[in-house]
């Protein structure tokens, strides 16, 4: 059984433990600025230990059994109800474990992981309005947090699989900016880098002729639009 994790997106900001130029959601720890009870300036990674995030967010969110609620910042919550008796039952339509990894106020999100049966989504919830973007793979923020990619193995399942998503954190709930058709072509992306918020450093493996190889690649803000171009291999 393969696990699927689901992020739950209200802020995210580039500081805290285990954070370099681009953001992970639940990446490091929990950050040593953080104290107990943390308020609203405070940023928390707990990556698959639940139980620091709650200790640490006792304010802003909490857990009853299955239920995890989230606090929003206009005085509604946001909730993820687990099934966990599906997933004891190996019942893939009733089978859902979320898991709350991660707060980043200055990005005004929350990071919620979810286990599914057989599938793979990170979910994105804005903690202003409660709104939900659903991704395939871990968003990777950009140094500024002006926008975010998640690159990963198309999902065979998905009527139009991509592979790159590249979204403008800007707006809320964030806006798709551009995406790749990952088709039939035998190429696995993976992610790499930012640098600066205009160009995303990628890694891509794929056969040419009898021989395997990765190569480096990038996909560049340019014009007005995104161009994905691969380079020399190595």
């Not at 893939?92 to 919620?112: D, E, M, T, W």
């Not at 009527?159 to 709930?173: H, L």
């Not at 640098?195 to 996909?219: T, W």
Request: hydrophobic share 35%; net charge neutral.
């Amino acid at each position: 059984m393969r696990h699927f994790w689901l992020v739950a997106w209200v802020a995210l900001s580039g500081a805290g433990c285990g954070v370099s130029q681009d953001v992970r959601l639940g990446d490091g720890g929990v950050s040593p600025a953080t104290a107990p009870n943390a308020g609203a300036g405070a940023e928390v990674h707990c990556h698959q230990n639940e139980s620091q995030c709650l200790t640490q967010l006792q304010r802003l969110a909490q857990r009853s059994g299955d239920m995890l609620t989230l606090q929003l910042e206009n005085g509604k919550t946001k909730t993820f109800k687990s099934e966990t008796r599906g997933c004891k039952e190996e019942n893939p339509n009733k089978c859902a474990r979320y898991q709350l990894i991660a707060y980043l106020p200055s990005r005004h999100a929350f990071g919620v992981s979810a286990s599914y049966y057989e599938e793979t989504e990170f979910i994105l919830v804005s903690s202003r309005a409660g709104h939900v973007t659903k991704l395939d793979w871990e968003p990777h923020f950009s140094p500024t947090g002006k926008r975010f990619v998640a690159v990963g193995e198309a999902n065979p399942m998905r009527r139009a699989p991509k592979d790159i998503v590249i979204y403008s954190a800007e707006t809320d709930p964030p806006r798709l900016e551009w995406s790749h058709d990952a088709g039939n072509a035998l190429a696995l992306y993976s992610f790499a880098g930012w640098d600066g918020d205009d160009r995303v450093r990628l890694r891509v493996g794929m056969r040419v002729g009898n021989e395997a190889k990765e190569l480096d690649a990038d996909a560049v803000h340019i014009n007005g639009g995104w161009r994905l171009s691969e380079a020399d291999s190595r």
